[in-house]
Every structure is written in structure tokens, then in C-alpha cells.
């Protein structure tokens, strides 16, 4: 007889309903799966057959076909092992025909029917609700991530004989049930670490409350990377949309573990070295790339101007638009990344370009071609843009430190609930002044007489942009909700036209100032 389970492919964040029809039969042994499958789901047949054996269940002497429907979606992974083993059982009415219903079935299963933990079962589950499908059953391996999606109804097994017995009404699956985890703590690294620099202190706490890209140019030993390491410390933890959205990058990724940092923002700092697809995603199986394992956390990029031009250059679409869609010949993926990009540089090769030594020789041809490297397309991308000065070295040796974090985070707190209220009283469609829209910007950075004539100035003398205009705006609005102000007051504005001084082209100039 025919039976049909119901099981899913992911692409790229997207799961993908599949029928998993099964048609066994005595007759010339055989074990034939149809349907646009990878190795991995072509080889299931040997782990199905072994699994099954476990059970005294022998498909040796029987013809067996498998097809997985749509035929047209290119079937990857291991996620239907457990699908076919089950109608493979139902088919040869050793289970009522009934059991199987609308229930979506994922799981690996070992060669002594054992279920292995699967890589993007919150994407799965994700998927499988908003197709309104009621229950699920997975392997017990994956059960912290399962109790995390609300809205379905999830199973564990530990293994098939777990799930025979269950479907026969011997024995109910046990439901996917939440841990209690210890609370995430605050990042190790604290502000108050750091000592001078308050002009990048001050521009570090403007980004986190309006999660503005960030932008460091200063000498070797300036404390670059030190603050960059500092931010996810003052940046507010994640509302569960957004851990959900960040746990389900992660899981497609393979990052085991990542449901025991519920809520903790991503901290990725890939090496300058890194490739385009593994700065933006892609490869064979389609991954997600650095720039959304960073999605609602943060992208640091130590040494900027050290990384292929060509690499960086790929990283203006997904800063512009909040998703990286990555397309090959049978495969287009699509994930979110919407991360605070933090990128520290040096203002020449040798890095000490403009401080009070003699240390630098760089030619001026090398110091040109090595700004290059940062186009002025990507430049513009970024809302904030300091140069951090030498740090006096004598001053290390004080035992006073600045501002500890957690009072810094209590503002940044602060700031991003006024933009919340914004987006819920439906003045915004952003819950971060950075991603406001053009058309909320006219709305909620609206200037007086005094601020047009500021930003007209302003426009005239850097030279800057549309882009760079809305930039500006959308700064100065984060500097007045920290500053707990209504409207956009002259001196927010200015504070952010001075957090802007790499604009277009002037980097030599701002490089040489510091």
C-alpha cells in the first residue's frame, strides 16, 4: 500500500513542505528513492534498513520506493531518515494507516535507530507553524531548541522504537519542555576598562542606542579593539522575535549550543583574511555567512582596510537592505543580516600616520592606495565615523577607570524604548532609529529653522550624500532620545555632523587631524 509522511527541506532560512511517499512490496528486492535527492538523502536507505532491523523489521526481500515530493526541489540533508522509516512501516501495515495524519517528521537516524540531532530544526519548526501544521516530532537531541517556538505542538524521541510506540498508543512522546538556563551575563568586558578616549566612548554609546554602524580609524595600541569588544556589553538584550530570528541563523549554521544564548547578542569577528563568501554566505550547501551570524548582534571587522577590496565591496547590499540573498544555478537562499557593523582601521600601512613621532614613512602613493580600500560607496554606509587620538601612555598608570558599562547600557536601554514606542504607537516601521525608513526619517528627525540652516551648511562644506543627509538625521534623532528630547535640537545635530568625519573622499584630511 501507499503511505505518505510529511517532512521539510530547508532553503536557506526557508523550510520547504515534502511528502515522503512510501510504496513497499514483496517482490525483487529493491530500494529506490526518486525525487531531486543529494547523497545524504540518497544514502538514508542504508540507514533506514538498519534502523528498521532494530525493530525486527526486515525490508530485505521487499521493493521499497521512495519518492519525495515536489520532485522539483532539490532534496538535502538527512532530516527525512525518520519520515521514511515510518511510512516505510505503514506501508507494510506494521502501523494503522492513520497515524501519521499532518504530522511533520525530522530526524537522522543512526544504524541502531537512534536520532541524531539536526542542523536548523528552529528555521523547521518556524516554517512548519506558519503552514499551520499542528505537531511535530524530533530527536530528543534537540529538544532545548524545539521548546523554544511556541504555537506547535513538538515531540521528542530519543529513538524510532521511542516513536513505533507511540504511534501504536503504547506509550506518549514525552513534549519538548524548556530547561531552566541561568541568565545570560553581561559581557566579561566592561567600559570602565577603558581609559581616555571618551570622544569614541561617547560615539560607542550613540551607536548601541540607535544601533548605527561604527567606524574606528586611529593608531596601533588607541584602544580600537577594545572598545569595538566592549559594545555587546552596553547593547540591550534580544526580544524573543529576535533571538528566535538569531537562534534559527545559527542553528542552519551547525553552532551547537546556540540555544543556551537565548537572547545573547552575536559577537562575530571574522579574521581580514576572510573570503567574500564567507564574509556574505554561500558555498555548496548555501550557508549563511559571517554578516548574518551576526544578525541582531554585532560585526566586527579588526584591521578594515586589511580585508580584498572586493570582499568589503560585497557587504554594501546586505548593510543597505537587512538580508544577504545568495543565488546559484539550482539553489537561491535568502537569510536575514541586520548586524552593527564596528570596523577599526589605521589611518596609514604603518599605522602612526599623524601623531606627534617621526615613526611614519609611508609614501604618499601608499597611503593613498591603502584608503582606497575603503570605497566610497561603503564609507557612506557608515553612520559613525571617529578618529581616536594616541593615548598617553602615563595615563594607564591611574587607577581610575571611566564608566563602568551597565550604567551606560541603562541609557542605551532607554533610548532604544523610546524607539519602540515609536514603531508601536505606528509613528516608525523600526524599532532602531539606524533602520528607519526615508519616509519615517521626514517624520521623526524633522528640523527647526535653526537645524535646516545647520544641515544646509553642513551639506555644503563635507560634501555629504543623500545617504550621508539621512545618516546624519537619523544620528542626531538617537542623540536626542538619549539626551530624553522630543524633537532634534541644534546641539544634537551638531554632535552628529561631528560624529561624521570620514565623509566621502576625506579621509586623508581626517586621518592627518588625528
Known amino acids: 500500500m501507499l503511505a505518505t509522511a510529511h517532512s521539510a527541506v530547508l532553503v536557506g532560512l526557508a523550510a ?11 517482490g525483487v528486492p529493491a530500494f529506490e528513492l526518486v525525487g531531486l535527492a543529494e547523497v545524504a538523502v540518497r544514502e538514508s536507505r542504508v540507514r533506514v534498513k538498519s534502523a528498521l532491523a532494530q525493530l525486527g523489521v526486515d525490508i530485505s526481500e521487499c521493493r521499497v520506493v521512495v519518492n ?69 516530532v524530533v530527536p530528543a537531541a534537540n529538544e532545548s531548541e524545539a521548546a523554544l517556538v511556541d504555537g506547535i505542538e513538538v515531540g521528542i524521541a530519543h529513538t524510532l522504537a521511542d516513536l513505533v510506540a507511540s504511534l501504536r498508543g503504547e506509550r506518549p512522546l514525552a513534549a519538548a519542555m524548556s530547561k531552566p538556563e541561568p541568565s545570560a551575563p553581561l559581557a566579561i568586558d566592561d567600559l570602565a576598562d577603558v581609559r581616555g578616549q571618551s570622544g ?36 540591550p538584550a534580544l526580544a524573543r522575535d529576535e533571538a528566535l530570528e ?6 542552519v549554521a551547525g553552532l551547537l549550543g546556540a540555544s543556551r544564548r537565548m537572547g545573547v547578542r552575536p559577537f562575530r569577528a571574522p579574521h581580514h583574511t576572510a573570503s567574500d563568501v564567507a564574509l556574505v554566505g554561500g558555498g555548496e550547501l548555501s550557508r549563511p555567512g559571517e554578516v548574518s551570524l551576526a544578525h541582531n548582534g554585532v560585526l566586527f571587522l579588526d584591521e578594515l582596510s586589511e580585508f580584498r577590496r572586493g570582499t568589503l565591496e560585497a557587504l554594501r547590499q546586505p548593510l543597505e537592505d537587512g538580508f ?56 557612506d554606509r557608515l553612520d559613525i565615523q571617529v578618529v581616536l587620538p594616541p593615548v598617553d601612555v602615563l595615563a594607564l ?3 581610575s577607570g571611566g564608566e563602568r558599562s551597565a550604567a551606560v547600557r541603562a541609557r542605551v536601554e532607554r533610548a532604544r524604548a523610546v524607539q519602540r514606542d515609536r514603531r508601536t ?29 545647520l544641515i544646509e551648511k553642513a551639506v555644503r562644506r563635507m560634501g555629504l550624500s543623500a545617504r550621508g543627509y539621512g545618516k546624519v538625521l537619523r544620528v542626531a534623532r ?3 532620545d538619549l539626551d530624553g528630547a522630543t524633537a532634534i535640537q541644534p546641539a544634537h545635530l551638531a554632535e552628529a555632523i561631528g560624529l561624521r568625519v570620514l565623509d566621502r573622499g576625506d579621509l586623508a584630511s581626517a586621518a592627518d587631524a588625528a
Open 16 to 26: 520547504h513542505p515534502v511528502r515522503v511517499e512510501v510504496q513497499a512490496t514483496r
Open 68 to 136: 519525495l515530493a515536489p520532485a522539483d526541489v532539490k532534496k538535502r540533508g538527512s532530516a527525512f531518515d525518520l519520515a521514511i522509516a515510518v511510512a516505510t512501516l505503514v506501508s507494510l501495515k506494521l502501523l494503522p494507516e492513520d497515524v501519521l495524519g499532518e504530522i511533520l517528521f525530522l530526524g537522522e537516524l543512526s544504524l541502531d535507530g537512534t536520532l541524531h540531532p539536526l542542523r536548523g530544526l528552529v528555521a523547521h519548526l518556524l516554517g512548519a507553524r506558519e503552514r499551520g501544521v499542528a505537531r511535530a
Open 200 to 235: 569614541a566612548r561617547r560615539a560607542l554609546e550613540v551607536a548601541a542606542a540607535g544601533a548605527h554602524n561604527l567606524l574606528f580609524m586611529g593608531p596601533p595600541g588607541g584602544g580600537k579593539t577594545m572598545l569595538a569588544r566592549r559594545l555587546p556589553g552596553i547593547l
Open 246 to 251: 538569531v537562534l534559527a541563523v545559527q542553528s
Open 324 to 379: 544577504v540573498t545568495v543565488s546559484r544555478a539550482q539553489i537561491t537562499a535568502t537569510f536575514p543580516s541586520r548586524p552593527m557593523l564596528v570596523g577599526a582601521t589605521n589611518p596609514c600601512p604603518c599605522g602612526h600616520l599623524g601623531d606627534a613621532s617621526t615613526r611614519c614613512h609611508c609614501l604618499p602613493d601608499r597611503i593613498r592606495a591603502y584608503r582606497t580600500r575603503l570605497s566610497g560607496p561603503l564609507v
Open 397 to 399: 598608570r591611574g587607577t
Open 425 to 453: 504607537a505606528r509613528e516608525t516601521t523600526a524599532a532602531a532609529n539606524a533602520h528607519l525608513t526615508a519616509k519615517d526619517a521626514e517624520r521623526v528627525c524633522a528640523l527647526d529653522d535653526v537645524g535646516t540652516k
Open 478 to 480: 538617537t542623540v536626542a
